[in-house]
């Protein structure tokens, strides 16, 4: 069974997109299967992979409305170990839909179901907003990480969704948990980014990645040619720490699968 990870901060700009593509890219060259949702309305990891979405005919708006099977929109990347499920701006429109379906909160993780146990990681790439379709994808979740900017009111905007996050669970999904917290946009040479980094691991502790993502031209290019940073710049720095975050990710979860056997048996 495929776990499912929403990527999610109520900030834009942070890295989500970049996150989503890159981790699930990486994670495809260490042999997974990996299927990336896009959920939000912009697309953007939609066309970050190369897939014009002006051009589609179904994406996930459709599936959620049950017009569409999901395995039926399930596109192939430049990866042939990463798929992707696509979006397009009329996604906005199932703000209002899902709102007004019984048990609105529980569509996304419906359609999941089905598909799931084809991949091994399922990333859900989410828009900068708490509104119905974020709430669809936490009640959906195994997990959550959360990618933070390297900047000031960082972790101050991070206690209101760590707030969200628990009503969600309280309401909708007990078992969801934290996959952890990453650190983006880093800029060494000054002092806080240092700093924001440091009152994150003194806050939060083992839940922040130790790999932390420097802000990169080429990460912010990539997305216009439509390929993950692998295909882009290989070599880049942020080629390479996205390819160390993937590593530091498996064997996270490879200790929690270790873990949780142990305890089992």
Do not use: W
């Amino acid at each position: 069974m495929g776990k499912i990870i929403a990527i999610c901060n109520q900030k834009g700009g942070v890295g989500k997109t970049t996150t989503c593509i890159n981790l699930s890219a990486a994670l495809t060259y260490l042999g997974k299967k990996v299927l990336i949702i896009d959920l939000d309305p912009q697309g953007n990891a939609t066309s970050g992979l190369g897939i014009d979405k002006h051009k589609l005919t179904h994406s996930i708006y459709q599936a959620l409305l049950k017009e569409v099977v999901l395995s039926e929109i399930i596109l192939p990347t430049s990866l042939d170990l990463l798929k992707l499920i696509p979006a397009q701006i009329e996604l906005i429109g199932a703000e209002v839909e899902l709102n007004r379906i019984e048990g609105g909160q529980f569509v996304l993780k419906k359609i999941l179901s089905g598909i799931e146990e084809n991949f091994d990681f399922l990333f859900i790439d989410l828009p900068p907003s708490l509104g119905m379709l974020t709430v669809n994808a936490l009640t959906a979740a195994h997990s959550v990480l959360i990618p933070i900017q390297c900047e000031y009111y960082a972790l101050e905007g991070l206690s209101q969704l760590l707030f969200t996050l628990e009503k969600v669970k309280q309401a909708f999904n007990p078992g969801l948990l934290r996959e952890g917290i990453l650190l983006t946009m880093a800029d060494f040479r000054t002092n806080l980014s240092q700093e924001v980094i440091a009152e994150a691991r003194r806050h939060f502790g083992n839940e922040v990645y130790q790999t932390v993502i420097p802000r990169s031209i080429r990460l912010s290019e990539a997305p216009g040619f439509g390929k993950p940073i692998f295909l882009y710049a290989p070599e880049s720095q942020g080629a390479i720490k996205y390819r160390e975050l993937a590593q530091e990710f498996l064997l996270h979860n490879t200790e929690i699968n270790v873990n949780a056997n142990i305890s089992s048996g």
